[in-house]
């Protein structure tokens, strides 16, 4: 069974510009969380898609939105970058009770410069 | 709010040696509790899962405990090897989101 993959690998951004990141998740997974991971403050919530609904949302502006799409598949959107958007975003998805395990991607590398 | 510490921040020992990781986490309404490692650059690896209602876990070198009611767990590592040294992540599934504690850096040296 393949794992959860995400598109692209590395990007980089001016500020001020949009950028897109996407999420496949495990077939038959239908639950898609998000997470920021930086140096200073970690691993972060981001929001979490469950059956092309927005579950969950962590503490994060606005300017970070999400979709999912009827085949699982999650976007993660962030419009009007800034300097400290450059981190590690992870998608992780799971079957959707939260007793499931969550199983991670590699992971999108976002350098906003 | 949900807070996770594990500690130590970095460990460095030599190989074979047999070693613990803890994790401690402030409110014990967990579904349950996740070890992952991470290599540098690389995305997270599910190691373990512990369901709130389990005390313990094995999978091959490694057994992870639970005590929900003292919100602590551990990851032991037996037989250490150079290929064990990455960053290992505990994190607690509440009902919303999985919290994550900040990590313990391990190298192992041969």
């Known amino acids: 069974k393949a794992g959860v993959t995400q598109t692209p690998r590395y990007l980089i951004k001016t500020r001020g510009q949009q950028v897109t990141l996407s999420c496949s998740p495990i077939?038959?997974?239908?639950?898609v969380s998000w997470y920021q991971q930086t140096p200073g403050q970690g691993l972060q919530f981001l929001f979490e898609?469950?059956?092309?609904?927005?579950?969950n949302k962590g503490n994060f502006p606005g300017r970070f939105s999400g979709r999912q799409f009827s085949n699982s598949r999650s976007e993660m959107n962030v419009s009007t970058l800034e300097l400290g958007d450059s981190a590690l975003y992870l998608c992780?998805?799971?079957?959707?009770?939260?007793?499931?395990?969550?199983?991670f991607g590699p992971g999108t590398r976002l350098t906003v410069t | 709010k949900q807070e996770v510490t594990q500690i130590p921040a970095a460990l460095s020992v030599p190989e074979g040696e047999n070693l613990v990781l803890n994790c401690s986490f402030t409110?014990?309404?967990?579904?349950?509790l996740q070890w992952f490692r991470q290599d540098p650059g690389k995305g997270l690896t599910s190691l373990l899962l512990?369901?709130?209602?389990?005390r313990e876990q094995t999978s091959g070198r490694l057994n992870a405990s639970l005590d929900k009611s003292s919100g602590r767990s551990t990851l032991y590592i037996a037989a250490s090897q150079p290929g064990d040294s990455a960053t290992y992540l505990c994190?607690?599934?509440?009902?919303?989101?999985?919290?994550f504690g900040q990590g313990t850096r391990l190298t192992i040296n041969p």
């Open positions: 992780a998805s799971s079957l959707g009770d939260y007793s499931y395990e969550q199983y």
């Open positions: 077939s038959g997974h239908r639950s």
């Open positions: 898609y469950f059956s092309e609904t927005q579950r």
């Open positions: 409110d014990s309404a967990i579904y349950n």
């Open positions: 512990i369901q709130s209602s389990q």
């Open positions: 994190a607690v599934q509440g009902a919303q989101k999985l919290v």
